[in-house]
């Protein structure tokens, strides 16, 4: 894997590094301009420049250091288990001598070397610019690793002779600067993002643990994840004044069908006044007003058809309601996967569980199953509920 940390000043650039470098066996990768280069050095003159105008010299060497949501300086306070800029420069001196970084001209040149050992791993934290950054992002083991935390908490750390205004105006500086050397400009380009938030050096160690930086799901989704994200895309185009809901029909890992919730085609929209009950604002149905929309597990199964569909995997990004429930089991689906929680999902489970079809949730967000339900003991209150009843609910 080859990491690439940003971030902003005084976030703790340099000591990610340092930690990856010596205690997870990390090779240092640097740009090195061509008048920094020593002469008895064997890598080749240096074209690549850093971009220099918009910042001055104090800046850059801290920006070096500091570009990253997870590292921490100490703050000026008077504690054993902070650390400020200085340690971090005596850590750089005391790594370089220990851990010589391998210099390369051109970001092209590092290109060719890390993927021919993409088996290995590299960290950095010269690539500053989206331009250089899409020269790597390309390959599917580079993560652009990007540091952040709260702007006092780095000015304390920072121990700068500058005004807290002036650290202020660098800080907008390098977040919404009008070059490529800014953060904004490289939001999208992204993997991973942390706050640095912590009050010790070694706390911080902890965090970049739990984080399990080589973990290849930070870089490429497993299958859950894959489609759970898919479904969420899918509930983006609907339409409904009351909840926003995808469904993805998945067969031996294949896409069988789509779905999201709204009104029947040829019919008006919901948020254009399509489905009256959805659009009274009201949780219970008046004057025997239905709604009209279908939902979007409705719309997947209806898509695909019972012979399309056969054992397969429902992945929806809310828990089913009754009545789609009994559609998923009648069609033949086997599995269900959803990640936010519904109002009846008791009584949706206890179906599923009698039918035979395997519930899980999922949080894409921390990339992984979590249990349902919570423990054994169904709530029964809910698991006899009409359909009548249930569409008094929010969907």
């Known amino acids: 894997m080859f990491i690439a940390i940003i971030g902003t000043r005084a976030s703790g650039c340099s000591t990610l590094k340092n930690y990856l470098i010596t205690s997870k066996g990390f090779t240092h990768i640097q740009l090195v301009p061509f008048n920094e280069l020593s002469a008895s050095s064997s890598s080749p003159a240096f074209a690549y420049q850093h971009p220099r105008e918009a910042l001055n010299d104090h800046t850059i060497d801290n920006a070096a250091k500091h570009l990253s949501f ?7 306070l008077p504690s054993p288990s902070t650390f400020s800029d200085d340690d971090a420069r005596s850590s750089d001196t005391q790594n370089s001598r ?3 970084p ?3 001209n051109t970001p092209a040149e590092l290109l060719d070397y890390v993927t021919r050992n993409w088996r290995s791993n590299f960290v950095t934290t010269e690539i500053q610019t989206r331009e250089v950054a899409e020269v790597f992002i390309k390959r599917p083991f580079f993560m652009l690793l990007s540091l952040d935390g709260p702007l006092l908490d780095r000015f304390r750390r920072s121990n700068s002779p500058v005004s807290l205004q002036n650290f202020a105006a660098e800080d907008d500086e390098r977040r919404f600067g009008r070059t490529n050397y800014s953060l904004n400009e490289m939001a999208d380009l992204v993997n991973l993002r ?4 912590f009050p010790s050096k070694s706390e911080f160690h902890v965090h970049i643990e739990s984080l399990d930086l080589l973990n290849p799901l930070h870089l490429r989704p497993e299958w859950d994840m894959y489609f759970m994200t898919l479904a969420s895309l899918a509930s983006q185009r609907s339409n409904c004044m009351k909840r926003r809901v995808g469904a993805i029909l998945v067969r031996d890992k294949r896409i069988v069908s789509t779905g999201y919730n709204g009104t029947p085609r040829g019919v008006r929209n919901c948020n254009e006044g399509g489905c009256i009950r959805c659009n009274n604002g009201s949780e219970l149905i008046r004057n025997n007003e239905e709604c009209v929309c279908l939902h979007a597990e409705e719309n997947a199964l209806l898509e695909a058809g019972r012979d399309r569909i056969g054992p397969a995997t429902l992945y929806c990004n809310t828990c089913p309601c ?3 429930t009994i559609k998923i089991i009648q069609t033949g ?5 959803y990640n936010l929680s519904y109002k009846v999902d008791t009584a949706s489970a206890k179906l599923f569980a009698e039918a035979g079809v395997k519930l899980r949730r999922f949080d ?4 992984r199953l979590l249990p349902f339900p919570p423990n054994e003991n169904y709530d029964t209150s809910t ?12 969907r």
């Open 98 to 100: 220990e851990h010589s």
């Open 322 to 324: 009754l009545k789609c």
């Open 333 to 337: 689906v086997n599995c269900v996967v």
């Open 383 to 394: 698991i006899d509920m009409t359909f009548d009843e249930e569409a008094s609910l929010t």
């Open 102 to 104: 391998l210099n390369f």
């Open 70 to 76: 997870l590292t921490f300086d100490a703050t000026p």
């Open 194 to 197: 942390v706050v640095n938030d």
């Open 364 to 367: 894409p967000a921390q990339h």
